[in-house]
């Protein structure tokens, strides 16, 4: 008799991911087949042989940014309500890929560009795009609130947009911002090329946010580095925001 396993187990088992957490999220984002299985609608649960062939897709997410927001998954857990979503300079859509992977209903893209959404996206009945939208001034939506805001954004700070996302949240709602150092210290601090290598600074500029965030009525749940380095080598943080 074959021996079997779960799926999640057998992906750690064979030094494919860290956790069975990291590979929950591989599995709900249909980037793992196993060969010859009778079926490709797998789940974490699925028992399969121990010795069965797996085969990952690298590109698991359109950009990646979806990369970025994964592992800040793996790394604290899913624990977010991902029912209505908005995604605050969504770009090719790499934030907004990774919620509705992990369950997302309906994900509203913001982005000032045009034309850069993924097709896979743009085709998808749950993302409603809008485009050519500068999201320091008054957004308007369909909506009145949102259960989750996803925010990442360059070359402007966080501090401008921020207060036009307050309207969407409910009392329970999170915002997770990807704080980009670069954008939000003075000039002086930012060396040749757009990088910030100095770690101090980093640490200033997340403790001057969270004070602004403060008092915009923003505390802050979590805050962590960003595992995957922005294109330049930047450090990048990943703050979670809820209402005070």
């Known amino acids: ?24 999220l591989i599995i709900n984002s249909k ?3 196993v ?17 069965s062939q797996l085969i990952l897709d690298d590109n698991r997410f359109v950009s990646r940014g979806g ?3 994964f592992n800040f998954f793996e790394e604290i857990g899913i624990n977010f309500n991902f029912d209505m979503c908005l995604d605050i300079g969504a770009s090719t859509g790499g934030f907004t890929d990774v919620l509705l992977k992990n369950g997302a209903n309906n994900v509203y893209c913001i982005d000032s560009g045009i034309n850069q959404i993924h097709p896979s ?11 050519k939208v500068n999201a320091k001034h008054e957004i308007k939506l369909p909506i009145k609130k949102v259960d989750l805001i996803v925010m990442d954004v360059s070359f402007i700070s966080t ?9 969407f949240m409910k009392n329970e709602s999170k915002i997770i911002v990807l704080i980009k150092p670069q954008f939000e210290a003075a000039r002086s601090q ?3 090329g757009g990088i910030i290598s100095n770690p101090y600074i980093h640490a200033e500029v997340l403790n001057n946010l969270l004070i602004e965030y403060k008092k915009l009525g923003l505390s802050f749940i979590e805050i962590k580095k960003s595992r995957v380095l922005g294109r330049k080598g930047n450090q990048e943080f990943f703050c979670v925001l809820k209402i005070l």
């Open 67 to 69: 990369e970025k927001l």
């Open 1 to 24: 008799m074959v021996r079997r396993i779960r799926l999640d187990q057998l992906m750690v088992k064979k030094g494919l991911v860290k956790s069975n957490k990291e590979a929950e």
């Open 159 to 167: 501090l401008k947009i921020m207060p036009n996302l307050i309207k």
């Open 35 to 51: 060969k010859n299985f009778k079926s490709d609608n797998l789940f974490p649960h699925t028992m399969v042989g121990v010795s």
């Open 31 to 33: 980037k793992i087949k």
């Open 121 to 131: 996206l743009q085709s998808n009945p749950n993302v409603f795009s809008y485009e």
């Open 190 to 192: 930012v060396e040749e």
